[in-house]
Nanobody, 124 residues
Framework: QVQLVESGGGLVQAGGSLRLSCAAS????????MGWFRRAPGKEREFVAG????????TYADSVKGRFTISRDNAKNTEYLQMNSLKPEDTAVYYC?????????????????WGQGTQVTVSA
């Protein structure tokens, strides 16, 4: 069983930055691919970014490529999402997720564990 707890959300002006963190329980954190998803009001959940177990491989949604950076610190059992140049359309609840696979994953169905979410609001 893996428990995930996100933090770092908040209110920021357009063009600003936020860093989300996701603390994971469990001694085998380095074995799990991790990811970030988001759900905006009235929209379906969408993939944001994914990272492999050792952090060597990452993948991003086109909408955030070049602005967001996913990373992980396996010694701290923590995943991060650095979000720069934020836009109002980035406003959403952001969720971290853990996959039982090792390589980076895109599809939500390939993630077995989910955090409770953290709100990110970007004002115009």
């Amino acid at each position: 069983q893996v428990q995930l707890v996100e933090s770092g959300g908040g209110l920021v002006q357009a063009g600003g930055s936020l860093r989300l963190s996701c603390a994971a329980s469990g001694r085998t954190f380095r074995s799990y691919a991790m990811g970030w998803f988001r759900r905006a009001p009235g929209k379906e959940r969408e993939f944001v970014a994914g990272i492999s177990g050792d952090g060597s491989s990452t993948t991003y949604a086109d909408s955030v490529k070049g602005r967001f950076t996913i990373s992980r610190d396996n010694a701290k059992n923590t995943e991060y999402l650095q979000m720069n140049s934020l836009k109002p359309e980035d406003t959403a609840v952001y969720y971290c997720a853990a996959s039982l696979a090792y390589s980076a994953r895109v599809a939500a169905r390939e993630y077995a564990y989910w955090g409770q979410g953290t709100q990110v609001t970007v004002s115009a």
